[in-house]
């Protein structure tokens, strides 16, 4: 028993280590990404009751043999939904906290999430199907999921810095958009092995492609945070704070003016 929750666990805490050592220039606070982990893990409730009141609603199951019903279901029913329910974690909740103040905290909250909601539903398969499932989904599935935390993580960094609030809400949109557009691909094949046996091949270059973006998304992000030139930052800070009080103080002066005239 306690050895399938090791193995149910292990390959989120090993992605996490990963994802925690790249963020070389400002640690995020553990507490933050707990809770961000535990929000996660809790959205499993509401996209799994979603999911399947769409399967008794459509009469969709993923052992369909029409392999576009198969595609459908997995970007709708699974991929919509499960990366609907996190990407609404990370965006109402760590995306306007202070501690969200570097593009690489996207990829962070947003793997966070995803990890806590493939860990339970990891436990959840561990305990019904056994150790050889829990191998195969530590190999497949969990880096799977933190894949999708990525790509939603990587535009979430960049519309949190983004020049204007419409450029901002683009790639918010445009990430959720490809973590759904990725969990559907990844569940598709899955979906499909068994009637298209070659998408294996798929799989793989999946696996591979997982691992490749993980270096180079955490790469590019993690140096664009401010906090790699600490003179800098603060500098930038102090510009920042500056620029705000002159506008307030600008506006001071209008609003007296303004209720002057108007007596």
């Given at each position: 028993m306690l050895g399938?929750?090791?193995l149910a666990i292990a390959p989120a805490v090993a992605l996490f280590l990963f994802f925690y050592a790249r963020d070389k220039y400002r640690k995020e606070p553990i507490g933050v990404m707990l809770v961000t982990f535990g929000l996660g893990a809790a959205s499993l409730v509401p996209a799994a009751l979603t999911s399947l009141s769409l399967q008794k609603l459509t009469g969709w199951h993923s052992d369909t043999p029409?392999?576009?019903?198969?595609?459908?279901?997995?970007?709708?029913?699974?991929?919509?939904?499960?990366?609907?329910?996190?990407?609404?974690?990370?965006?109402?909740?760590?995306?306007?906290?202070?501690?969200?103040?570097?593009?690489?905290?996207?990829?962070?909250?947003?793997?966070?999430?995803?990890?806590?909601?493939?860990?339970?539903?990891?436990?959840?398969?561990v305990f019904s199907n056994g150790a050889g499932a829990g191998v195969l989904r530590a190999l497949l599935s969990i880096p799977s999921h933190a894949f999708d935390g990525v790509l939603m993580g990587y535009f979430l960094g960049e519309a949190k810095f983004a020049r204007d609030d419409r450029v901002g809400n683009w790639l918010s949109a445009l990430g959720f958009g490809l973590a759904v557009t990725a969990h559907g691909l990844y569940d598709f094949i899955v979906f499909s092995l068994d009637k298209a046996p070659l998408m294996v091949v798929s799989l793989i270059t999946m696996v591979i492609l997982f691992w490749v973006i993980f270096f180079k998304a955490t790469r590019k992000l993690s140096e664009q945070s401010p906090y790699k030139h600490p003179t800098l930052a603060e500098l930038h800070r102090d510009s920042a704070e500056e620029a705000k009080n002159a506008e307030q103080n600008q506006k001071g002066p209008a609003n007296h003016q303004d209720t002057k005239t108007q007596s």
């Open positions: 399938l929750l090791v029409n392999l576009l019903h198969a595609f459908l279901g997995a970007m709708i029913i699974v991929g919509l939904v499960e990366e609907g329910a996190k990407f609404t974690v990370v965006r109402f909740y760590a995306f306007h906290r202070p501690e969200f103040d570097e593009p690489y905290d996207g990829i962070m909250y947003s793997v966070m999430a995803a990890l806590g909601f493939a860990t339970v539903e990891n436990i959840i398969y």
